[in-house]
């Protein structure tokens, strides 16, 4: 199942790289990244009438919000992680809704909200450092007159 390198075959070694030396915000953004990629291929599948396609990439994307939903600190700060957590299950409620339904506006509303989520961390972080942002994720600032 895995190689000498201790990597499953056909993993980009490259990518792997990235993520194990990304500090734990960027890989909290790449988690987001990975949410709102594979729900847009979800929603391309949907569009095409691809039913394996549309559960192959609903199931990857509710996997990382649930993983998302796994790693929250409620001993750190209990009021936002348990607004994130109710958050994490509504997004995990629409993926499985679109998933049995094929309803295009669930998978919408569930790759909205983690555009908006992600794009509020990074804000609160200090902006996206070291990671490539797509446009439409990106923050616009306004500057001063």
Known sequence: MYGKSGKRPGTNPYKSVSVDTASPRQRLLMLFDGAVRFSNRASRCVEAGDIAGKGLYIGKAQA??????????????????????????????????????????????ATELPETVRAGFAEAVGGDKGIQVPDQLRTPHVRAA
């Open 64 to 109: 990382i919000v649930q993983e998302l939903q796994n790693v929250l600190r409620h001993d750190v700060a209990p009021e936002l992680c348990g607004a994130l957590s109710s958050l994490y299950t509504y997004i995990i409620e629409l993926y499985s809704q679109a998933n049995l339904s094929g309803e295009p506006e669930a998978i919408k509303e």
